[in-house]
């Protein structure tokens, strides 16, 4: 099983990074997670800083560790645009850059973007098939619903990109069941957020299902599951913090009609809850919400607890064909993040 880490950087809408000195602390955490054996890192994206960018940055502060976004927002950027950016970042990596895209919600993408929402399994579709063209040297040449290459009625052609060529991994996170038949059959990874081993089939069977039409086996395709880490004797006292960070998740993380983190757990049997607590949220009752959410669903859902807990999930996500943990670790300096990675590499190590 290979370990993934999330970069602590500006990535949520919350922190501000101003202080260049800043990102030489995110490059500095880059290359100690590198020297520590971590398979990749990965950058996010809300509407503060976007996720392309430091990876950049991070390209030239290190040698191996892949670099992924975790997630680029479907519907903010253009096929073209994309294409030209994952093979400059591969250029600049030797190699090392995975494309992640994700539909984002509604209020994001239309609120913040001014792209319409709508039918965004078929725009990441599309996307991915465009990118996959483009990356290869295919001219650009494309009739969907979203994408039309060149645009019909208009005075382009159809082009192939100038740059070097490279293979892009593409990667979806995805959690509605058509979105996970269209990433098992068109994917290099899953990013797959909301994830409980125990009721993790609900997910992996609908991968499956794309996996088969396109031929190939869950072997054929990356499932990296993000989760926190958290060691600690007083499991309960942390799993409580944990399970409160949930209820902004149900509350405010898309709209009432859609929101596709609340859909995922209630299809794994939470479904009555994180109606409840979605109800509480929008009527402003917030603390009343975040003390519904459950212990259990954030012990499930990530690794809390003492080594001996923590190893024994590590193997249920091994059991599961999962290859990929991508671990927001603790701490709030490089020390105390490269300690806890360090801790998990070896229990890690121990399962191998």
Request: glycine share 12%; with cysteine; hydrophobic share 40%.
């Amino acid at each position: 099983m290979k370990i993934a880490v999330r970069s602590f950087s500006g990535v949520r809408s919350d922190l501000s990074w101003s202080d260049p000195s800043d990102w030489n602390q995110i490059a500095d955490f880059a290359k100690e997670a590198e020297s520590l054996g971590a398979d990749s890192i990965w950058t996010s994206e809300a509407w503060g800083t976007d996720a392309i960018t430091p990876l950049a940055y991070l390209a030239a502060s290190t040698t191996k560790i892949r670099l992924g976004t975790g997630i680029v927002q479907v519907g903010s950027r253009t096929p073209g645009n994309l294409v030209m950016t994952s093979l400059t970042l591969q250029s600049m990596s030797g190699g090392r850059f995975i494309l992640g895209l994700g539909t984002s919600g509604p209020q994001v993408i239309e609120g913040f973007h001014g792209v319409t929402f709508g039918n965004p399994v078929l725009r990441t579709k599309e996307l991915l098939e465009i990118i996959k063209m483009g990356v290869s040297g295919e001219k650009l040449q494309y009739q969907g619903k979203y994408y039309q290459l060149p645009l019909d009625g208009g005075e382009g052609k159809s082009i192939r990109t100038s740059a070097k060529t490279w293979h892009v991994p593409v990667y979806v996170a995805s959690l509605g069941p058509s979105n996970l038949e269209m990433t098992g059959e068109k994917a290099d990874g899953w990013i797959g957020g909301c994830f409980i081993p125990e009721t993790g089939n609900v997910f992996l069977d609908k991968i499956k299902e794309g996996l088969f039409r396109s031929g190939r086996s869950i072997e054929d395709i990356d499932i990296l599951i993000p989760v926190s880490l958290d060691f600690t004797d007083d499991v309960e006292e942390t799993a409580k913090r944990h399970a409160r960070g949930y209820g902004f998740t149900f509350g405010a993380m898309g709209s009432v009609k859609n929101n596709f983190y609340k859909n995922a757990y209630a299809r794994q049997g939470y479904g009555e809850i994180v109606d409840v607590v979605q109800k509480l949220w929008v009527e402003g009752r917030r603390e009343e919400a975040r003390d519904m959410v459950p212990n259990e669903l954030a012990l499930r859902s990530n690794l809390i607890g003492t080594d001996k807990m923590i190893k024994e999930r590590l193997l249920l996500y091994k059991n599961l064909g999962v290859s990929t943990l991508k671990v927001d670790l603790p701490g709030d300096d490089i020390a105390s993040k490269s300690d806890a990675l360090g801790r998990l590499m070896d229990l890690v190590s121990d399962l191998d």
